[in-house]
């Protein structure tokens, strides 16, 4: 129990200090019990142990006083003081067991002792070689949880796939629930199990405090390797019905009928290469994503969708189009959603969805596509129709190729999103662009002059794979009171000429220019930032 004051900063540094001169005193006075003998005739003893006045002075002090100057007093300060150390000591009690190949006997990481209160923060962590099959998560942690399962507030799981059954084993239980669980984190790095085909049955008791829950698959190599993952977060998200924030990156789709509070979702679709076959994995189904998402649209403010490739993929990338057909997504209508950002345009391929209609509440986007696969403004705005009114800020991120076709699409970004107020407007020249030809550099220029109808009040512009001066011309020549960045290769000079000072001077009106990823002997910088600082230019540099 946690006591309001308001007593001065003074009075309360003053009982601090009667506090800690007491402790020692207090220390003498025990017993061989290692409990206080308290003497009813003495006031300052009998006022220490007073729960109401030593809970009000223990929620001022710090975790190293908590530890070492009031635990060890005696049990009662050790209980009460171990609440506002538990909330206090940011590093989470660890619980592991790790066996190898080349051991009988599990290495075992972990507390044996320590007061059930602390266990606010408790991270679990199996691992084995993949040779060996075990059920039963760590033994260290299943001794203690009778004790602490109801004062664990924040869970983090780190396990091997192997383990998944001795989880769910945890989850189903009905003895020793998790009943103040706010926070779930689970991390299973797959590999090939004896138990990936078993079958988990039984429903999970149900944890109606949990807020928040993060589910990854790491390593996944194969299909279905994931079966019983999804298993688990399915059976977790059934029984978390005050769920607020989900994090997932997997290969499956899950269902959120259940959580009828769901507020922020995040989804990472995980690409891989199957190591039999050497071919690239499932591409994401954008049926069952529509799917997925209609079961939270009516709860759902914040969205983001994104694919992680487990391997770098550079060899088939570029031709990833021509094995995988296609796709269009047509988002569900949120009629709550605020926030959108997909960082993988090239993948989910929005169709004419970002109307007024279909996500009539919504104000932040971010679209991003992938620069190895060319994939410019003019892809990712491809099946855009409708305006959207209510769009205030916006962040695209996309290559830029020099197609004289695309002159015109500041112009269609405006019309889609009138109201936008804060821009940022990242571009990533492809490799064979040298921009020294006055028609690039024109039609670059004119690109970023037709985003002018804007009365921005925020924006910046970020040029990336900068190789010559000619980008620097058209980007200050197109734009004002902007903040711009360029960032160059580490591979070309940057060599501070005549026709450089004369862009930089120029381009007075653009708010901030940094530049960074630029060649420079030490000499040449000394002279670019003497030029920056007599002209008295907006100018930074990094390397």
Known sequence: MQVESDLSTQQMDDMLDITATSAADLMQEQGESGDLQIDETNVATSALMNPLLVNLIFSYMDAPTLKTSVRPVCTLWADLGAPFLGKKTTHPQMFSESITCDSEIPETIGLTVFHPKLAKNVKLVSSTCPCDSPELLPRNFTAVRPRIARHVEELE?????????????????????????????????????????????????????????SIRMANQYRLDQDKLGAIISQKLFNATPNLQEVEVEAGFYLDFAPCKKLDKFTYAFVKFLDWRTHEPSK??????????????????????????????????????????????????????????????MEVYRLGDCLSVKNVPNLTHVILAGSIKKWFTLSNIIAHFRHPHVG?????????????????????????????????????????????????????LKQILRNFAPWELTSALVEMKNVRSSGVVLGTMQGLSHTEVRFCGTNKHPFVLGDDVKEILLAGREIKLIKMSGFLMTETERDEFEGFVEDSGLPISFSE
Request: glycine share 2%.
């Open 157 to 213: 799981v780190r396990i091997d796939s192997s383990f998944l059954p001795g989880l769910h084993k945890m989850w189903t239980s009905r003895q020793h629930l998790f009943n103040n669980l706010t926070k779930i984190s689970i991390t299973v790095l797959l590999f090939s199990d004896d138990n990936a085909d078993s079958i988990l049955t039984g429903s999970y008791p149900m944890m109606a405090n949990v807020k928040m829950i």
């Open 391 to 443: 769009i205030t800020t916006l962040d695209l991120d996309a290559a830029y190729d020099g197609d004289e076709d695309d002159v015109e699409i500041g112009t269609e970004i405006v019309r889609l999103f009138p109201a936008v107020k804060i821009l940022k407007l990242k571009l990533t020249l492809l490799a064979y662009l040298q921009m020294d030809d006055l028609e690039e550099i024109r039609l």
């Open 283 to 344: 591409v994401v189904e954008m049926d069952k994503i529509v799917k997925m998402l209609e079961s939270c649209r009516e709860s759902l403010t914040e969205l983001s969708l994104s694919q992680v490739r487990v391997v770098d993929f550079e060899d088939d990338e570029e031709d990833d189009d021509d094995v995988q057909p296609v796709q269009t997504l047509s988002l569900p209508s949120f009629p709550n959603l605020t926030r959108l950002s997909i960082s993988s």
